[in-house]
């Protein structure tokens, strides 16, 4: 196999999220943090874990990161927008997923790191109140505003490549209408003010103009319109989506995929979670509760194949519920109560109860897109990219056939295209293998 001509991660990474809340803050903090020390982030799949070359018999396993011209993590600089939080501190301590212990050593760093006015609607997140907005008021000139944000971080910071992830938050649901057909269309529409477009299609419109790649890790459409498709691919520039794949629905993608390849059946999940943070907070209205929804009832659809599988997998009550509880803050609980069935049809159940703590299990999300994204730019990629839907809970897929959602098939398509473009032979597992 000939490795791709990919061009080398030299000189500074603008990573700039959209949103600097209690994720966002949580990400830099930690990237901050390992930098400070030395010792490896946690949870990153980009820096924490191996690849297997040739055969087993070759012992060949580097680091991900040994392996693939990755930027380091000393060469990042941070940025973002954010309509309430002042700064990456400020947002970290009000959302209070970190120790003070733990922002001390990074605290001045961290109050560097400050946010630049959003682009902000409140029609689109009716729960929030936001005071750090833009002047512009025509969603073109909003755009402008953005590129322009988006050049002197740039220039300021000496970067010589960026990348931007949406860490903002869900917005009310949407259906996707005339004006996101094309990127004529997209343009006239914010150029009259359309209230089909949302902040972030206006966020991710701006990245893909300046050359940008563009990662959503929230549920709300963006990077999946048909304009943007487009623009991607005119611009080749990277893009992926949607919602970060943590916590409840990292644990749906890791069991039913264990039940399927034991063919055995499901009859119902129902799944609770309880949280008290501002994203719980967003979540507790209707219209942006019922876009996370339709990201989350997806998974085990795609997963269990019932049109496949009638027997097993053909009459499944799916629920999923959604409680804002402020005593939890970002410390969510979530409840599943799964009813599987077996041999002779014999019913069993599995319960789980999962305290985790959602951003701490998004922050390495956040480093592994932003520096894979970066990696898929430098590798000549545009459009979808679909081998990054391993961290993803509602994946796009780059062509007609919906995206895979098993975890593990996700896992080996990531590595396999990474031992593609570096002229390594893909590891099929086989007998032979
Ligand atoms: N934490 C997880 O495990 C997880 C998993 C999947 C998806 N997500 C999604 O990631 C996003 C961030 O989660 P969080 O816990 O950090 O939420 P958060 O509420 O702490 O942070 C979101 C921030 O986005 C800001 N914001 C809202 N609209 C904006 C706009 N138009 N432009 C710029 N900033 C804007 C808010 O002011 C807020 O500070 C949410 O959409 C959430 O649903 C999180």
Known sequence: MTARDIAPATGKLGVLTPGMGAVSSTFIAGVLA???????????VSQMAHIRLGTREDGRNPLIKDFAPLASLDDIVF?????????????????????????????????????????????????????????????????????ADIENFRTENGCDRMVMVWCGSTEAFQEPS??????????????????????????????????????????NLSTDLPCMIELAQRNGVPIAGRDFKTGQTLMKTLIAPGLKARMLGLRGWYSTNILGNRDGEVLDAPEN?????????GVL????????YPDLYGNIDHVVRINYYPPRGDNKEGW??????????????????????????AA?????????????MRAGESGVQEWLSFYLKAPQAAGDAPAEQ????????????????????????????
Not at 190 to 210: C, E, G, M, R
């Open 34 to 44: 390992a930098r400070q020390s030395g010792q490896a982030p946690l949870g990153s």
């Open 79 to 147: 940025g973002g927008w954010d309509p309430i939080s002042a700064n990456a501190l400020e947002a970290a301590r009000t959302c209070g997923v970190l120790e003070e212990k733990d922002l001390a050593p990074i605290s001045a760093e961290m109050e560097g790191i400050v946010a630049m006015d959003a682009v902000f609607d409140q029609k689109w997140v009716s729960r929030l109140d936001g005071t750090r907005v833009k002047v512009e008021t025509n969603m073109w000139d909003q755009a402008m505003a953005l590129i």
């Open 178 to 219: 005339a004006v996101h057909n094309t990127i004529a269309a997209f343009e006239a529409g914010l150029k009259a003010n359309d209230d089909n477009i949302s902040p972030s299609q206006i966020y991710v419109y701006a990245a893909l103009q300046s050359g940008v790649p563009f990662a959503n890790g929230a549920p």
């Open 289 to 297: 509760f019922k876009t996370k929804e339709e990201s989350k009832l």
């Open 301 to 308: 659809h795609k997963i269990l194949e019932p049109e496949v």
């Open 336 to 361: 599943d109560a799964i009813d599987i069935f077996g041999w002779m049809g014999y019913p069993m159940q599995i319960k789980i109860d999962f305290l985790c703590r959602d951003s701490i299990l």
């Open 364 to 376: 390495p999300i956040v480093l592994d897109l932003a520096l894979f994204m970066d990696l898929a």
């Open 406 to 433: 098993d975890l593990f098939i996700q896992q080996s398509k990531l590595k396999n295209t990474l031992r593609e473009w570096m002229g390594e032979e893909p590891v099929t597992h086989s007998e032979a293998g």
